[in-house]
């Protein structure tokens, strides 16, 4: 287990360093000039090459990419080229916010997903089945921007129980936390939901005609320890496979959410450094991505030696 732990590490290690390298010089490849963006159309040449010198943009791509690999190195994400803060400050900001809503999202989705997807193999083609299926159809086929204004115009504007739009640290109450999180994450988490709520379905469908499951149920056991001791645990090995990667994907799928519910998150920073050419904002950002993505992927192929004991990594 070690030497495969090490391995992953190293791989990983590896595939972002390849996913950074990737962005550094597609940003660049892409028309544009950050320091146009910064200064206005009415600067001056001399203005320009000053602020380009400045910003450390007047050497070659291949030097500037020394300068910034010798600095992640040493743990600085640099600069930003129009707010002038530290990438790492502007990210330790924004990625909280998102993580809360994404953490939210998968714990609302799969409080009702696992429950309905279980539910809807048992009872296959009844009518709990065909409102399930109803229902996931219906949260796969509403747009994020949609559904998070109808929310709002139900919830907030109309009842008044939670807050249209901002974000509340968690440090200054955990309820006024919570009541800004919980329109963004049911939003962001609904479609995941549906997601999660059919492959629960199928693999359980599946699992339940194994011979096992038919040699538990001759032997007397009672159908609720047959399908969530036995059945359940052998489903889940697939489904934890769709979970790991798409909570990775909420975390840059909630830009849309943010921006309906005024958040300032990792999504909707990631976005804008994009739109205005601020390549070190950017590059950290997908860095941080690129490190939630396998680092998700290394905890679900560990989650499988403990929902499957005959799983080992050699």
Sequence with gaps: MRTYLLKRVLYSLLVMWGVATLVFFMLRAIPGDPVAVILGEEATPEAMVQLRKN???????????????????????????????????????????????????????????????????????????????VVAFIGLSMPNFWLGIILILFFSVHLGW???????????????????????????????????????RSTMLEVLNETYISTARSKGLLERAVVLKHALRN????????????????????????????????????????????????QGAILLVSGIFVGMNLVVDLLYTYINPKIRFE
């Design 55 to 133: 910003l450390g943009l007047d050497g070659p791509f291949y030097v500037q990419y020394a300068r910034w690999f010798a600095r992640l190195l040493r743990g600085d994400l640099g600069r930003s080229l129009l707010a002038g803060e530290q990438v790492s400050v502007l990210l330790w900001q924004a990625a909280p916010r998102t993580f809360a809503i994404a953490a939210l999202a998968l714990i609302i989705s799969l409080t009702v997903a696992i429950p309905a997807g279980i539910i809807s193999a048992v009872k296959k083609h009844t009518f709990p089945d065909h409102v399930a299926t």
């Design 162 to 200: 939670f807050p249209s739009m901002g974000y509340v640290a968690l440090d200054e109450g955990f309820w006024p936390w919570l009541r800004h999180l919980i329109l963004p994450a049911f939003t962001t988490g609904i479609a995941f939901a549906a997601i999660i709520t059919r492959m629960t």
């Design 235 to 282: 489903a889940l090995i697939p489904v934890i496979t769709v979970i790991g990667i798409a909570f990775s994907l909420l975390l840059v799928g909630t830009v849309v959410v943010e921006d309906v519910f005024a958040i300032q998150g990792l999504g909707r920073t990631l976005v804008r450094s994009i739109i205005n050419r601020d390549f070190p904002v950017v």
